[in-house]
């Protein structure tokens, strides 16, 4: 066919007498996004290449030259001697032309055996489980340095809240580690994407695979992947592993919002409980004394897109007939935002996190007016013998005595709290001080310092499980065959 005006070539035209509109022609390109693919596309077309010499399909002088060309290209990119530009339909066209270039007539066999199906399947893959290992690394960082200001913090007693009313005492400690494993969680579905995306499609073709005697065990070997595709329509279809991603990118973005609303909520001058430090903070255009948390306020933000990254998907993919349609070049764009944003939100919450300091002082003030202790109330209460529910309506009512008195449960006399408790003595009445409230929530999991030193050793042996897995991961065999060539 005659190209577009100004076009580079494209992988396809034999049955075509006339040209594309080129409104249509600039609709259907994707090279403005999965240009970011380059590398990884490269490193999957050496291990095509790799595996069609040992199957005899290229000769070995042909296969050889297809390797080095495509390996001088992955070197100048790299390196920067090489940009992924021009007028180019997607970054598989981009590939073959450059390489044809370099090579001549022997860069037009690397697309032997192999569709842009496959090789778009294979080499996002490949960027993702990237991505994912990065995600990993730096969801690490900022869950250590929680624990690490955790560790300091052990005693640092501040109310607990739900229906952000003050409830019990709770430490600081106890309160990071929180989102701890929040963290320990994202981490597992991050390496469950990345086990998903671990299926080698190269061999799938289109989608009824190929005639050629291809060995795509070798391919998935090659490239580091742990399975080969059982169905080759499944093969090409497959965006599981893209939503699976997302939705992992998705619920990491929900628990950082939750932690930098409490940023935005604990550093302002109501609650007092953190102030930011110039670093991590902006000011306003017209009120001179302002120090916002806008970095928090941003982070908060980006789980409504993030999420709407994960519904793109899903929508993307219902309904849609086996196998290739072309809207499933779309998920490109919104995957790669997905996993962006994510990686770059981590980088942000441990910035925020250095930047943010703790005023023991005004949590510890925070314990006073909300009669934080009255559960340790009806727990001694029901100690000495009463129901729990008859426990629950005299503490009641030391709630009102105190609120009368304008003093805290504890600020109360003996004699008037067993008033309205008749069963109260001196031992339930110690109990009601802050700090001997936290020590006694010594169940597993609690609060207590003892039960939160524990809760730091358990994170920690659960955040090096995650690291192990990191180190473990291997370099693609391909890649160590190109350093050893």
């Known amino acids: 066919m005659s190209e577009a005006e100004g076009s580079a070539p494209k992988l396809w035209g034999g049955r075509f007498s006339g040209s594309v509109d ?34 005899g399909v290229l000769d070995r002088a042909t296969g050889d030259e297809i390797v080095e060309g495509l390996a001088s290209m992955l070197d100048d990119l790299e390196s920067g001697a090489l940009m992924v530009s021009g007028d180019f339909e997607d970054v598989h066209a981009w590939i073959e032309s450059t390489l044809s270039e ?6 037009k066999k690397l697309h032997t055996a192999r569709s842009r199906n496959d090789q778009v399947a294979v080499a996002q893959r490949l960027w993702l489980r990237d991505q994912l290992e990065g995600s990993v690394r730096e969801l690490l960082t900022f869950a250590d340095l929680l624990v690490e200001v955790a560790t300091s913090e052990r005693e640092t007693a501040l109310p607990g809240y739900t229906h952000l009313q003050r409830g019990q005492p709770v430490s600081l400690a106890h309160h990071l580690l929180a989102y701890v494993w929040m963290l320990d969680q994202d981490a597992s579905r991050l390496r469950r994407a990345h086990s998903a995306a671990g299926t080698c499609p190269l061999g799938a073709g289109a989608l009824a695979g190929t005639t050629f005697d291809i060995d795509p065990a070798r391919s998935a070997e090659l490239l580091g992947f742990e ?7 499944f093969a090409v279809a497959d965006r599981d592993y893209v939503v699976e991603a997302s939705f992992a990118c998705s619920l990491l973005q929900v628990h950082l919002s939750r932690w930098a609303e409490e940023v935005v909520l604990w550093s302002s001058t109501e609650v007092g409980f953190a102030q930011l430090d110039d670093s991590v903070a902006k000011g306003s255009s017209i009120m001179p004394q302002k120090k916002n948390p806008e970095p928090a306020e941003v982070l908060r933000g980006k789980a ?17 007939p086996l196998t290739y349609n072309s809207d499933l070049q779309e998920d490109k764009e919104a995957l790669f935002d997905a996993v962006a944003t994510a990686r770059g939100s981590l980088c942000v919450a441990t910035a925020l996190q250095r930047g943010l300091r703790f005023s023991r002082e005004r949590m510890a003030a925070a314990l006073y007016g909300g ?35 304008k003093c805290e449960l504890w600020e109360l006399s003996l004699a008037d709290l067993a008033s309205v408790c008749p069963l109260a003595d001196q031992e339930i009445f110690a109990a009601l001080d802050p700090q001997q409230s936290l020590a006694a929530h010594n169940s597993p999991g609690g609060p207590a310092p003892a039960r939160v030193d524990q809760q730091i050793a358990q994170a920690r042996a659960a955040l090096e499980v995650h690291r192990l897995w990191l180190q473990r991961r291997q370099p693609m065999p391909v890649l160590e065959r190109l350093a050893n060539r």
Do not use: C, W
Not at 27 to 54: K, N, Q, W
Not at 227 to 233: A, E, G, H, I
């Open 22 to 55: 080129a409104e249509v022609d600039r609709f259907t390109r994707s090279f403005s996004f999965d240009h970011v693919l380059a590398p990884y596309d490269l490193v999957a077309s050496i291990g095509h290449a790799v595996m069609l010499t040992e199957q």
């Open 371 to 405: 009669f934080v202790t009255a559960t340790d109330l009806a727990d001694g209460l029901v100690r000495r013998g009463l129901s729990f529910r008859d426990a629950h309506e005299q503490t009641g009512a030391a709630v009102r005595l105190a609120e009368s008195q």
């Open 102 to 107: 370099r090579i001549g007539d022997a860069g």
């Open 304 to 320: 409504g897109r993030v999420i709407g990254d994960l519904v793109a998907h899903l929508v993307q993919l219902k309904g849609l």
């Open 227 to 233: 399975r080969v595709f059982n169905n080759s329509m």
